[in-house]
């Protein structure tokens, strides 16, 4: 069974770039979430949809962040201009909605993206 | 005070020693409760969910404390296939799902 699938696995791009990137979630799961990972701030949830509409988006650092989730199986976010400070790990998730004991969240391999 | 809060370690322990966790969350109507495993450079992967009532999955015991507001993680007979780092998760459940992860606790089992 195909996890979540994401692309770019590695970026690097220049300060002032636009950076797209792109997931496909489980099918069958109505939340997606898109993660940011560093060192310094561990796991930051940035934004989540639930049936492709976005529920909650205060982790979104800033205004050059965006993401959309047109269809079920398809998802980006978007830095633009992105700036060395955006380097991190990417991860996109999806899940099935929580029953009582809630549910597993799944996380796709990350997209490494490394501003200069 | 953080809304999930581990203590980052690392806790290096040779093999066959018994380790143990402790995560601490501040939302108390939280109601659900995970350890993730994260292995370096990978993503991270649910390891097991933690139930009120406690629960033991071969080497691994997870237990909930409501009063105090953690959660735990035992690691019985440790092997050097454990290293990795474990996240804990707090959910609050209803019309929808908050998820938080806390920043992991790294864990190096050493030969």
């Known amino acids: 069974d195909a996890g979540v699938i994401q692309s770019p696995r590695h970026e690097v791009t220049e300060m002032g770039q636009e950076v797209t990137l792109r997931c496909k979630p489980i099918?069958?799961?109505?939340?997606l979430f898109w993660y940011r990972q560093t060192m310094m701030r561990g796991l930051e949830l940035l934004i989540y949809f639930n049936n492709n509409v976005p529920i909650d988006d205060s982790g979104m650092p800033e205004d050059r962040f965006s993401a959309k989730m047109p269809n079920a199986s398809f998802s980006t976010l978007k830095i633009q201009p992105s700036e060395p400070r955006d380097s991190a790990v990417y991860f996109c998730a999806s899940s099935l909605p929580g029953r009582g004991r809630g549910n597993t969240i799944y996380f796709g391999e990350g997209s490494w993206l490394t501003v200069v | 005070r953080k809304e999930v809060e581990q203590d980052p370690g690392p806790f290096n322990v040779p093999e066959g020693a018994t380790v143990a966790f402790n995560c601490t969350y501040s939302n108390s109507a939280s109601q659900s409760f995970f350890w993730y495993r994260q292995d370096c450079r990978k993503e991270p992967k649910l390891l097991m969910s933690v139930y009120s009532s406690g629960n033991e999955d071969g080497r691994f015991t997870a237990q909930l404390n409501r009063a105090s507001q953690y959660i735990s993680l035992l690691i019985r007979d440790s092997k050097l296939s454990d290293s990795a780092t474990y996240l804990c998760?707090?959910?609050?459940?209803?019309?929808?799902?908050?998820?938080?992860f806390g920043t992991g606790t790294k864990l190096q089992v050493i030969p």
């Open positions: 099918s069958g799961h109505d939340y």
């Open positions: 998760v707090v959910s609050s459940s209803g019309g929808y799902q908050k998820v938080t």
